[in-house]
């Protein structure tokens, strides 16, 4: 299947500061990437979906001036979590889908612990 | 909304033997279904597919049930190994995006 990575894997901030997460398609173009979150022992639930070249379109009761999604070319996606606080503390995973193709590949993930 | 699983449910099965995950999924327009694998830690992963227009999909060692008359979808896994330990996700897609099931925790006993 493609590969898709994420990084950092890991990042522990302390509160107010900015936190950026890339999301990279390595094998494959990815004309549109999701941005998900994960809290532990439940589904996850997608936050925003970004075309590339395009503003990214945000789920009902997520802010997009807290969470800044940047999908600048057909390889990279980045998620800023703007002045984080400790309820942003989650697993956060992109996935990423090749122009016609149906399935989403999932990257790693990337644990954020704001202290 | 989105689907959001709370209080995970959790199947014990024995070395050897076969699994069956269920999933029961909202939208009767849905036309696309995938599970997913999510090992702890880790990202889910793309296990196997299958389309509205097909009951039933076999892969390696799993196979895919789809029920559209009571929208319930099944993951079958054969001979379960200590390795498929994980919480395993239906999803179904509405458009270009993906409704994730609730989950299942898998426990392989060895």
């Known amino acids: 299947g493609a590969v898709v990575s994420q990084h950092p894997s890991r990042v522990i901030c302390k509160s107010g500061t900015s936190v950026k997460i890339e999301c990279r398609s390595l094998?494959?173009?990815?004309?549109?990437m999701f941005w998900y979150r994960q809290f532990p022992k439940q589904s996850l639930m997608l936050m925003a979906t970004?075309?590339?070249?395009?503003?990214?379109?945000?789920e009902q009761g997520v802010e997009k001036d807290k969470f800044l999604i940047n999908h600048a070319s057909l390889t990279l996606s980045t998620l800023t979590v703007t002045s984080a606080h400790p309820e942003d503390s989650s697993f956060y995973i992109c996935?990423?889908?090749?122009?016609?193709?149906?399935?989403?590949?999932f990257g790693p993930g990337t644990r954020l612990l704001v202290l | 909304g989105e689907s959001v699983g709370l209080h995970l449910p959790t199947l014990s099965v024995q070395e050897g033997d076969n699994s069956i995950i269920n999933c029961a999924y909202s939208?009767?327009?849905?036309?696309?279904f995938i599970w997913y694998k999510q090992e702890s830690g880790k990202g889910p992963q793309f296990i196997i597919d299958?389309?509205?227009?097909?009951d039933k999909r076999q892969g390696q060692r799993v196979t895919v049930l789809l029920n559209k008359t009571v929208k319930h979808l099944s993951l079958q896994i054969a001979a379960t190994q200590p390795g498929d330990s994980a919480v395993y996700f239906c999803?179904?897609?509405?458009?270009?995006?993906?409704?994730f099931g609730a989950g299942t925790i898998l426990r392989v006993k060895s």
């Open positions: 996935s990423a889908l090749a122009l016609a193709q149906e399935t989403q590949y």
């Open positions: 094998d494959f173009q990815a004309t549109t």
């Open positions: 970004s075309n590339e070249g395009s503003k990214a379109t945000y």
């Open positions: 939208n009767s327009a849905s036309d696309y």
């Open positions: 299958i389309r509205s227009n097909m």
């Open positions: 999803a179904e897609r509405g458009g270009n995006k993906l409704v």
